[in-house]
């Protein structure tokens, strides 16, 4: 992972931990993008947090749609699978 990445992955991390789970997993709640984005100063800068937000929306919708998948869809420790997981996360594509 090229280092810029790695305060994405980090924040997405932590993050994680803030999201409802129940029948299904629920997505990062917006307030704790903020809060977080707040706690690492990129408030009040709009535009850099637009970023940010847009990044953790991309990688979550991921996310869940890889846990969403059956089981033999998509395996870790499937080098190709992974890379496209992670290229489509850093091109910010979102989930519906």
Partial sequence: MPPRLAFYW???RELSTDRETGM???RIP???IAKYAEC?????DID???RF?????????????VSNMKPGEISA?????????L?????????T
């Avoid at 290229?87 to 989930?95: F, P, V, Y």
């Fill in 24 to 26: 299904s997993l629920g």
């Fill in 87 to 95: 290229k489509r996360a850093a091109e910010g594509k979102q989930g």
């Fill in 10 to 12: 980090t924040a997405w």
């Fill in 30 to 32: 917006f307030t704790a």
């Fill in 48 to 50: 850099a947090f637009d």
């Fill in 40 to 44: 690492y100063g990129i408030l009040p």
């Fill in 77 to 85: 420790q499937d080098p190709d699978a992974v890379k496209s997981l």
């Fill in 53 to 65: 937000r847009v990044i953790i929306r991309a990688m979550d919708s991921e996310f869940i749609a």
